[in-house]
């Protein structure tokens, strides 16, 4: 099976502009979630799509913002980018079944806001 | 309070030792899972170990083991016989029925030759 994609992998933006960012979870893995990994904040949890609706989220501004697609694949949005928005952000997929479902990364995307 | 707790930010452990990374949690759902990511430099979060609120045994997989203490609430990652390509961050992780994950702040572990 292939893993969780994550697309595009470098991204270099100014102030003020919007991005997207696209994961493509593990084929068959209904739930998507999404992380901001900072040095100085480490990883935060950002949201999380399960079947095409917004399962939980995190302490974000409304800059912040997702969705997802009926073949589970998801975007996640970030509006006026500020400079503190650089960072890795990553994708995690995992499967339905039991609730403690495990959760598989991508490789994520690293962000530089200049 | 803090969901989950690692305490040591940096480990170091001689090549072919045994290491044991500390983590503790904090839960009032009796359901929830515990896991272990390794983040080589590279960045990619490597899922390691799960071990489920309900197991009796402790979960293994490989060179590595979760050490959990139920009622203390610890989720002890071992890694035995540690290698080179063991350097890296390993951060412990617990979900609660079908809430978000929450993870720990990480250890890095450097394994000296």
């Known amino acids: 099976k292939a893993g969780v994609t994550q697309t595009p992998r470098y991204l270099i933006k100014t102030r003020g502009q919007q991005v997207t960012l696209s994961c493509s979870p593990i084929s068959g893995h209904r739930s998507v979630s999404w992380y901001q990994q900072t040095p100085g904040q480490g990883l935060q949890f950002l949201f999380e799509y399960f079947s095409e609706t917004q399962r939980n989220k995190g302490n974000f501004p409304g800059r912040f913002s997702g969705r997802q697609f009926s073949n589970s694949r998801s975007e996640m949005n970030v509006s006026t980018l500020e400079l503190g928005d650089s960072a890795l952000y990553l994708c995690?997929?995992?499967?339905?079944?039991?609730?403690?479902?495990?959760?598989?990364f991508g490789p994520g995307t690293r962000l530089l806001v200049l | 309070a803090q969901k989950i707790t690692q305490t040591q930010p940096g480990m170091f452990v001689q090549e072919k030792e045994a290491v044991t990374l500390d983590c503790t949690y904090d839960t009032s759902d009796p359901s929830y899972g515990l896991f272990w990511y390794k983040q080589p430099s590279s960045g990619e979060m490597i899922f390691l170990i799960y071990?489920?609120?309900?197991?009796?045994q402790n979960a293994t997989e490989g060179r590595y083991s979760l050490n959990f203490q139920k009622a203390r609430k610890s989720a002890n990652l071992v890694i035995s016989a540690s290698q080179l390509g063991d350097s890296a961050m390993y951060f412990c992780?617990?979900?609660?029925?079908?809430?978000?994950?929450?993870f720990g702040t990480g250890t890095s572990l450097t394994v000296i030759p």
């Open positions: 992780a617990m979900r609660e029925g079908t809430n978000q994950f929450y």
């Open positions: 995690a997929s995992s499967s339905t079944g039991p609730t403690q479902e495990t959760q598989y």
């Open positions: 071990q489920g609120s309900y197991d009796q």
